[in-house]
């Protein structure tokens, strides 16, 4: 077992007792990869804090159904995604309304605008600001698991067994999953290469 | 789908998707996020705290509405409407007619019980004559 596996199982231990500055560190030590994913599946940075937030305090509530037996943020992305499914759900819903109301949703806040800030220069910026785009359009007309569990792998980085376990599906289920979406994906973007 | 394609689409998306996957969160993001997720956690402790209060208001109205059904349900009132209902003075000539055609209770029976019910309404007069005669007396 590596030493943050222990450290991790410590700080939930002593949260589960009732130690909230426990559960803060655990909350420090996972927030990036959160707000990260929170961002990747509903598309807005403010949206993705705040998601990210609502699942860590439901993540708190249920501390005692966690089994030690996989990873903490495994679990938590899970949390994570049912918590961003119901947003998606009420954001549609909300968008229906606004359209029979006349109402217009702020989209202000793009999702991309933030993939470049690492950049070195203007250039690279608006290319990577491009190609965020047309990922991100692409990601987003998969169906929710499609898109769940390609975020999981490609956006997140985790092994196909770190995501079977957080989406408690077989690895064989996910590497479907990543099949289909990754095909839609390659059609799509290649669409939006050949049309320009 | 083989496992060879599976791995070369795979590969070939970790390297395509590398720049979204190394993007970093900013720091204003992440400034006072725990401290938010603990705002959050203890107001939601606070609101678990209220709501047995607010529970425990109702138990008392409910109980009350429940019994209040109870009662009503059971009301002998409604008995007697129900005997009311099931039995008019009407539909007992019309019984007293279908017997009386069928031969199950003919004339001579149906006089006697008549009598019967005379000597009877006879005797109640009597009585109550009676009881008015002592009344009087006293």
């Known amino acids: ?196 | 789908m083989d496992d060879k394609k599976f791995k070369e689409m795979d590969q070939s998306l970790m390297k395509k998707m590398e720049s979204l996957r190394e993007q970093k969160v900013s720091e204003g993001m992440l400034r006072g996020f725990s401290t938010s997720v603990e705002r959050r956690i203890s107001m939601g402790a606070q609101v678990a705290e209220r709501r047995p209060v607010g529970g425990l208001l109702w138990v008392p109205v409910l109980a009350v509405m429940v019994m209040a059904s109870v009662v009503v349900l059971r009301s002998p009132v409604q008995d007697i409407q129900l005997a009311q209902a099931v039995a008019p003075a009407s539909d007992m000539e019309d019984e007293i007619a279908v017997l009386a055609e069928l031969g199950v209770l003919d004339e001579f029976e149906d006089a006697e019980l008549l009598a019967e019910d005379g000597a009877l309404l006879d005797e109640n007069i009597e009585l109550t004559q009676g009881r008015a005669g002592f009344s009087a007396l006293v």
């Open chain 1, 1 to 196: 077992m590596d030493v943050n596996k222990i450290q991790e199982i410590e700080l939930i231990e002593k949260a589960r007792s009732g130690d909230t500055e426990s559960f803060s560190a655990l909350v420090e030590l996972h927030q990036e990869r959160a707000i990260h994913a929170a961002n990747a599946l509903v598309g807005n940075m403010e949206d993705a804090r705040d998601l990210a937030q609502e699942a860590f305090v439901k993540a708190y509530e249920n501390l005692d159904r966690f089994e030690s037996k996989s990873r903490f943020y495994t679990w938590l992305y899970r949390i994570l995604a049912n918590t961003c499914k119901d947003f998606l759900r009420k954001r549609k819903l909300r968008r229906t309304f606004s359209f029979w109301f006349g109402k217009e949703e702020d989209e202000s806040l793009d999702p991309i605008s933030r993939v470049a800030d690492g950049s070195k220069n203007a250039v690279e910026t608006l290319e990577n600001r491009e190609l965020g785009f047309a990922m991100q359009n692409a990601v987003n007309t998969l169906p929710f698991r499609q898109k769940l569990v390609f975020t999981l792998r490609y956006i997140e980085g985790l092994s196909l067994e770190d995501i079977s376990d957080s989406m408690n599906i077989t690895i064989g289920a996910v590497k479907a999953n990543l099949w289909q979406a990754g095909q839609k994906m390659q059609n799509l973007l290649k669409e939006e290469y050949h049309g320009r």
